[in-house]
């Protein structure tokens, strides 16, 4: 699947990169609090506590530095949760979330398991374990097709229209937490880690992980440790060699599925829902695992790893020529096969499953207006595309539902999105919140919201999973219109919902033809094309800020968010937002929140390491990243300021899910605009440099752009030559199989 210029991919080295670098830096034993997607610099503990979004891969001057950049994975996020349950009267809009992405896997899982027989294209095989493998051999040795183990995809089952419900009633969330490990199952826990020499202090994400029968379920299989966020296989395997002893080696099974799984999970982490079967046996053997092949079937038997193969049509043959097609014609290599986690493939499943009912249920209307609105009326899915200017196309026409009597919406990606939005004089709310119940309609009794119309901006920042449950949270015959710029970088988690919805050709794209204004919409338009041009800019709208290094970089960054915007655009230093291109490095935002800190906040860190005034990025959840001002900090945690709102940071929390916000990388600022933005590109950072970067980057400025250049012509390159590698999904096919039509 060939991915558009600009909806990219965490950067990677190589094809295999995703599941090869690593997660966390090597440690010698496993470290508390271990960051689970990224390596930590030189002297730096795993586990720094800073959160990350999806991983943007950046080479400094030694070395590539790869980090994932999602925060706590849901296991992680469950344990942090559970903790916090018992005293917490009410639910925080992070917990809300979580537990309605609970509700909706268990309805997931409930429908899947009313299918009876094989299920549809794509979709796990069916039978034995015996089956399965003979699935996978055959398969790839060429002895069958795809179609001789899959079955046309049944149709999704339909809900019926719920009855109208009061418009933007907003219901409380469900309390749904996970329950806090039983003391005496962390304590059982403890002894097991403690055994095997690893911290003890793990105990309660292991149990957490793990649920009750932790103790004994790490007692007979070690590498289970792997499912606890930031553990490293060679950590794993220490382990397992100290509790095991000679009983076992490097192609244990309980090994090599568990190596299987986990390489599998820091590819979603880089935004792949699945991967090919060659990139997974290549990172197996990286793992010194002595048979790939064997260890992927026995994953395959356990059921620990879904195998897919979307068919391909065979083209109709033709009947009235007389020529002979000659023999050694090539024939059209068959799909490959994939890899996949249950949890990505539920989610792409009932995703497509659920586009498809809108599209089908949706009855065709009439509406004067623009051309988004006359295709929104026709039709129940409809892809709107366009850059910060196009945003009012669909805020323009959910006005227009509301006149006709329609419930309408509109959802957006950040708070600051919604604030700006609210500014201009349209409400809005954010999908978190949607989903959350914290803001927006009621649920009928069914969960589904009480809505006709949803128009969904920023929809490249939709992952896989959020989209599923949005989707799968809209009543039959709604219309829902997603927009979004495919151009800027794409979700911080897993999938590529937006680009695989406008490759597969099965709804209405409409294409904004609003220009972005002066010389900021001038660049940036220029970038999107793969051309980076000089623009007119008399108000000092665009500054280039030469550097000869990293070092340089900093001081000048520095100097331009302390002194010379304020002074010479107006825009103060707190609106004033750094772009970098990744956390590590001598110029990542890791050197220039420090720097930054120095000169705008200085003080001791005595609040772990924070200090009322300082910016922070906050990661509530995995893959959402809000920024705010630290304003005190007490028994219960840190307290912030994000834009109109209060936020507690539980104690436990404060290191996993913080980091100083004055620098961001650009998948952690995709989403929100800032009045003044200084983009830094130092000389070691040229090769995590893509076109999506820079234009996602450069977009975010508003009235003007700092743009602190040491990458010499690596930039002009990024933007002409620059494509990220492509991620490795499945739902263009899945929407094909049920939405396309014969002549498509």
């Not at 299989?221 to 382990?239: K, M, N, S, T």
């Not at 200085?602 to 300082?614: A, E, L, M, T, V």
């Not at 492509?726 to 094909?736: C, D, F, K, Q």
């Amino acid at each position: 699947m060939t991915e558009p210029a600009g909806e990219t991919a965490p950067e990677a080295p190589e094809a295999v990169a995703p599941i090869d670098e690593p997660v966390a830096e090597p440690a010698e034993d496993v470290r508390e609090g271990a960051e689970a997607t990224g390596p930590a610099e030189s002297g730096e503990p795993a586990g720094s506590g800073e959160p990350a979004e999806t991983a943007e891969a950046t080479e400094t001057g030694e070395a590539a530095e790869a980090e994932a950049e999602t925060p706590d994975t849901e296991a992680g996020t469950a344990a942090a949760e559970a903790s916090e349950a018992s005293d917490t009267p009410e639910l925080s809009d992070a917990q809300a979330e979580l537990a309605a992405q609970r509700e909706l896997r268990a309805r997931i899982e409930a429908r899947k398991a009313e299918k009876e027989g094989p299920v549809a294209s794509g979709a796990k095989l069916s039978g034995t374990a015996a089956d399965l493998l003979a699935a996978v051999r055959a398969v790839e040795g060429g002895a069958a097709t795809g179609s001789a183990f899959y079955e046309a995809p049944e149709p999704a089952p339909r809900r019926p229209a719920p009855e109208a419900a009061p418009a933007m009633t907003v219901r409380p969330p469900v309390r749904n937490t996970a329950p806090t490990p039983a003391p005496g199952t962390t304590a059982a826990v403890r002894e097991v880690l403690a055994q095997g020499g690893a911290p003890e202090a793990l105990a309660g994400q292991v149990a957490a992980v793990l649920g009750e029968a932790a103790a004994a379920a790490l007692s007979e299989d070690p590498w289970q440790l792997l499912a606890v966020p930031g553990v490293r296989p060679e950590q794993a395997d220490g382990f397992a060699r100290a509790l095991l002893g000679s009983a076992c080696g490097p192609d244990d099974p309980r090994r090599t599925v568990a190596l299987t799984v986990w390489l599998l999970e820091q590819a979603a982490l880089q935004g792949h829902t699945a991967l090919e079967l060659q990139a997974l046996r290549a990172g197996l053997a990286r793992l010194t695992v002595p048979d790939p092949d064997k260890a992927v079937e026995v994953a395959v038997s356990e059921g620990a790893v879904l195998v897919f193969q979307e068919e391909r049509e065979e083209p109709a043959e033709d009947t009235d020529t007389d020529e002979e097609e000659p023999a050694e014609a090539a024939e059209e290599p068959a799909a490959p096969v994939l890899l996949g986690l249950d949890r990505y493939a539920l989610a792409e499943e009932s995703l497509a499953d659920g586009l498809a009912r809108l599209v089908r249920t949706a009855t065709a209307d009439t509406w004067e207006g623009a051309e988004l609105d006359r295709a929104a009326g026709e039709h129940g899915l409809v892809l709107h595309t366009g850059g910060e200017a196009a945003r009012a196309e669909p805020v323009a026409l959910v006005a227009a539902a509301r006149e006709r009597g329609l419930r309408a919406l509109v959802a957006v990606h950040s708070e600051d999105g919604r604030r700006a939005l609210g500014a201009a004089g349209a409400d809005a709310v954010t999908v978190a919140a949607l989903l959350s119940g914290a803001a927006g309609p009621g649920r009928d009794e069914e969960g589904a919201f009480a809505l006709d119309v949803l128009a969904v901006l920023d929809a490249p920042q939709l992952d896989v999973e959020t989209a599923a449950m949005l989707v799968e949270s809209l009543p039959d015959g709604c219309r829902l219109v997603l927009s979004g710029d495919p151009e800027v970088l794409g979700a911080p988690g897993a999938g590529r919902v937006f680009t695989d919805a406008l490759a597969a050709r099965v709804c209405p794209r409409i294409a904004s033809r609003v220009p972005d204004p002066g010389p900021l919409g001038e660049l940036v338009s220029g970038i999107g094309v793969g051309e980076l041009n000089q623009v007119e800019a008399p108000g000092k709208e665009v500054v280039i800020v030469p550097v000869r290094d990293a070092g340089e970089a900093v001081h000048r960054t520095v100097q331009l968010v302390a002194d010379s915007v304020p002074r010479a655009i107006g825009v103060p230093s707190e609106q004033t937002q750094v772009v970098t291109v990744g956390h590590g490095g001598s110029a990542g935002t890791r050197a220039l929140n420090a720097a930054l800190k120095q000169r705008l906040n200085p003080g001791p860190g005595r609040f772990g390491g924070y200090d009322p005034g300082d910016r922070v990025a906050y990661a509530p959840v995995p893959g959402r990243t809000v920024t705010g001002t630290v304003v005190s900090a007490d028994a219960e945690g840190l307290r912030l300021r994000c834009g109109d709102e209060e936020v507690l940071v539980p104690k436990d929390r404060v290191e996993s899910a913080l980091r100083h916000g004055w620098a961001l990388t650009a998948h952690q600022a995709a989403g929100t605009r800032w009045p003044a933005v200084v983009a830094v590109l130092p000389g070691d950072a040229a090769a995590g440099l893509s076109r999506a970067w820079v234009y996602t980057a450069f977009g975010r400025a508003e009235r003007h752009l700092s743009v602190v250049h040491g990458v010499d012509q690596a930039l002009a390159r990024a933007v002409a030559e620059g494509f990220a590698p492509e991620r490795t999904t499945r739902l263009r096919p899945l929407l094909e199989g049920l939405l396309a039509t014969p002549e498509e």
